[in-house]
């Protein structure tokens, strides 16, 4: 049973473009979400991340929107550029003491130049 | 970035052999986890810390234990590798509910 899903396998997004990637959540107790970058051969980078109490959390180019109601988070990348390319993945949580991350499925960002 | 490596890099290793995967931190953080990365799945948490030797169960527990014997050093140890087990391992560290800080992976390859 996956609580965290992005469903879409890969994007790929034109550089300059806007990049939109999206993810859904069932358990309605998480309040605490998070979006991760990884390279290859590399360990998941923190990117940004959005509290259940907040709608929008920007942070220079990438801005996260979350939508309580349909269980659904989004990160904008604007403009999209070469090193963004990228697995992205979702995570959500519960706030009590550990962070035990629920991962999304991730999805796989190529810009094209 | 944050103080995490893992050893070894990549292993490879036969069915029914024990395997300890180590994972060293240099930033004194109280909450450490080991997650497993496999194709469609994301990552998924085996186990955590929240102490020396305070450990709990995570998502995929099964086959593995933990040891946390300091603060720096969380141990994951496959008792009886299987090749259900072969993945990329990672290991993550926390400040209570501060962001969670990854390091490389671990690459296992059981035969």
Redesign the interface.
């Known amino acids: 049973d996956q609580q965290?899903k992005?469903n879409s396998p890969s994007l790929s997004v034109q550089e300059g473009r806007i990049s939109i990637l999206n993810c859904d959540y069932t358990n309605s107790m998480f309040d605490?979400f998070?979006w991760?970058k990884k390279y290859p051969?590399?360990?998941?980078?923190?990117l940004i991340?959005i509290s259940s109490i907040k709608d929008k959390n920007e942070d220079g180019r990438f801005t996260v929107f979350l939508n309580k109601s349909a269980k659904h988070l989004s990160l904008h990348i604007v403009p999209s550029q070469p090193g963004d390319s990228a697995v992205y993945?979702c995570?959500a949580t519960i706030?009590q003491?550990?962070?035990?991350?629920?991962?999304?499925?991730?999805t796989r960002l190529t810009i094209n130049p | 970035d944050a103080g995490?490596t893992q050893s070894p890099r990549h292993k490879v290793t036969e069915t029914g052999t024990p395997v300890t995967l180590r994972c060293h931190q240099t930033e004194n953080h109280r909450?450490m986890?080991w997650?497993r990365q496999d194709p469609?799945?994301?990552?998924?948490?085996i186990h955590?810390s929240?102490g020396v030797k305070d450990t709990?169960k995570?998502?995929v527990s099964d086959g593995y234990s933990v040891s946390r014997s300091k603060t720096e050093d969380f141990l994951l140890t496959l008792e009886s590798a299987t090749s259900s087990q072969t993945s990329v391992y990672?290991c993550?560290i926390?400040e209570?509910?501060d962001?969670?800080?990854?390091?490389?992976?671990t690459r296992l390859t059981v035969l």
Do not use: C, W
């Open positions: 965290v992005q605490y998070l991760y051969a590399e360990g998941p980078t923190f991340s993945f995570a706030i003491g550990a962070q035990k991350l629920v991962f999304g499925q991730g | 995490i909450y986890y997650y469609g799945h994301g990552l998924r948490l955590y929240y709990d995570g998502e990672f993550a926390s209570f509910t962001t969670q800080y990854f390091g490389p992976g």
